[in-house]
């Protein structure tokens, strides 16, 4: 970034350009851009692949949760985060902590089922849809399914396992993106002989 | 971001593998796959990079921001070295490549190098035609995190 700099002095027409943002705040957008178009290139590549929007929409799945499997451990490494004594406990840690971790962005989470397992993560803004536009005949695809995969895969390996699933999308011109999660059950007896 | 996009480029070479598993197995195809993807990013990045910088001088001017500026930020680290015959050849070295590191240094694994290595080259492609240079990126792995990407300058 000392590069814009130089070229300022270099030539000094050059003094109505607006200044560089701090060069932490351009590595981060930069670096969520190289991500989003990432993805935008490997929806695109799958929808070139399979014939319909179900196969893709079940591909991303399963490649959403094969991040999240890893992505719990970077997770857990990072984040500090201890057990969850609750469902309650684990969508706030979702929410908070790891989607902001990730994707800088902060659900909210609402409409609790009654029986407390049950909730919904609204999106205000995806910045995995950034630049996207659906194409007509792409109505079925979800095209942000990728983090069901991840947010199933992680919850997975701490022993929950859950449903995940979009029932709001700003894609398909509702108002803010809506993820609903359902809790199963917990998964037992996956601790080796011994182990605590 | 960094780790889900490294998670996410991992996913995508082995999503794009399978896929060709079913069918006829051709390694170039895939390949190819990774790279036309890479391509497009790389032409959507350097649109968005270069929305506030001043207008390049001239081919070298353009490596440069390449290989300091575009580089950093995507792989969070200056690259180690750049050289040039000055004839439209550059040769762009990282020492500890970020997609590599992440696999045994030993040389177990270097047939595989390449389609790790397919999306970038395409990145790097598809900035520099973005800017205006047509261009032909070939990567080389001799030991196993340094990475060499080649960049040939296509006269018009």
Redesign the interface.
Known sequence: ?S??AN?GTE?KK?YW??P?PLPSA???L??????T??????V???CK?YENDEDVNK?LDK?GY??GV??IE?FLARSNVGRCHDFRETADVIAKVAFKM???ITPSITNWSPAGDEFSLILENNPLVD?VELPDNHSSLIYSNLLCGVLRGALEMVQMAVDVKFVQDTLKGDGVTEIRMRFIKRIEDNLPAGEE | FVALFLLLHNEMVTGVYKSQEQGEVENGRCITKLENMGFRVGQGLIERFTKDTARFKDELDIMKFIYKDFWTTVFKKQIDNLRTNHQGIYVLQGNKFRLLTQMSSGKQYLDHAPKYLAFTCGLIRGGLSNLGIKSIVTAEVSAMPTCKFQVIIQTM
């Open positions: 970034m590069r814009q070229r030539s050059m350009y607006l560089f351009s590595l981060r930069m670096s969520s851009e190289l991500f178009l990432t993805y935008g290139a490997l695109t590549q799958l692949d591909q490649m094969n991040i890893r992505l970077d990730y994707l800088g630049f």
